[in-house]
Each structure stands twice: as C-alpha cells, then as structure tokens.
C-alpha cells in the first residue's frame, strides 16, 4: 500500500475548511438580513419623502410579546448618504423612527406611537391586528429630508437599518436587526 506523505499547508488547508464554510454560512445571512427592507424614495418639491416596508418582521415571536402586553418597539434608523468615488460615503442627514406598540390585555386595544427623532409624530389607538402590523413595519411617504441639502445631478441613496425591542430571542427573522437601500439621482 503507497504511503502518502502530505505537507503541512495541506494539513492546515483541510483543518480550516470548517471554519470557510461556516465564515461563507454567516456571510450569506448577513447578505438575506440586508434585503429584508424594501426602501423606496421619491422625491417631490423639496423633500426626500421614504417609504419602507419590512418583509417578515411581524413575526410569531414579535405577536407573542405584543400579547403578553410588553411595549414592543421598531426602532427604524434612516440615512441620506451620498455616494463619494473611491472615497467613504458622505452622510447627509439621518433621522430615527420609532414605531411602538403597548397592548392593555384588559381593553384588548393597542397604544400605537410613531415619533421621528423622539419628538410624537403620530399616535392611535386600535384593536386591529392586522392594522397594528402594518403601523409597525411601513411607512409611507415620510418627509424626512429637505433636498436644499441635495447637489444636482448627484447619485445618493437611502438606507434603513431596524432593530426590535425586546430582545429576548429572536425578534425579527434574521435575528434582532435587518435593513434595506434604494439609490436614486437627484434631478431638480
């Protein structure tokens, strides 16, 4: 029988080809979490208006802790940037939106608040679920940014990063955290 005499690299090459495949496993989960937001920005008079939609972010984990009546919050954070070639991208302007729901077990009715950098924007009282779903992971056409920031002509983008409270286990489906971005140009 031939023996087979194997160099070190190798060696070192077969031992590591666990630690590749779970490095490339939770690069592909980092990539699924960054689609979860679908973004889109129109720009109308002199304003980015936003509007975001999280995808499978009202999950079974998310509905449970809304009934056991803990305040369960959306904390959406959403940036201007603009794209700046080889160089970092520049950040315009950010702002954070909070979507909050309390529900009181005894009325069976949700306490809906949407503040946009701590100051309430826009609070309701429902006893619908399905109304309450989509308070919590839409917006739309939220006038976050004025364009006189804006140079003509430029590429920019938006992104949305969210991350959910409480944080005991998994809230949203890609763990506590998923975002989203949509580029645009801006023509006056």
């Known amino acids: ?49 936003i509007s975001y939609d999280l995808r499978d972010g009202f999950t079974p984990e998310v509905q449970e802790a809304i009934a056991s009546g803990l305040r369960t919050t959306f904390t959406y954070t959403v940036e201007l940037r603009m794209e700046v070639p080889v160089w970092v991208d520049r950040t315009i302007d950010s702002v954070v939106v909070t979507c909050s729901d309390q529900y009181d077990n005894l009325t069976r009715r949700h306490s809906l608040v949407r503040t946009l950098d701590g100051r309430v924007e826009d609070a309701v009282v429902s006893d619908d679920l399905a109304f309450v779903r989509k308070w919590m992971t839409t917006a739309d056409r939220l006038p976050l940014f004025k364009t006189s920031r804006l140079e003509p002509n430029h590429d920019y983008y938006v992104r949305v990063s969210v991350q959910a409270r409480p944080r005991g286990g998994s809230v949203l489906a890609f763990g506590n955290a998923a975002s989203g971005m949509a580029r645009f140009t801006f023509i006056p």
Not at 29 to 46: E, L
């Open 1 to 49: 029988m031939p023996v087979t005499v194997r160099s070190a690299r190798a060696r070192a090459a077969t031992r590591l080809r666990p630690w590749c495949i779970l490095a490339l496993l939770a690069f592909g989960t980092t990539i699924q979490a960054a689609d979860a937001v679908r973004v889109v920005p129109v720009v109308h008079a002199d304003r980015v208006m």
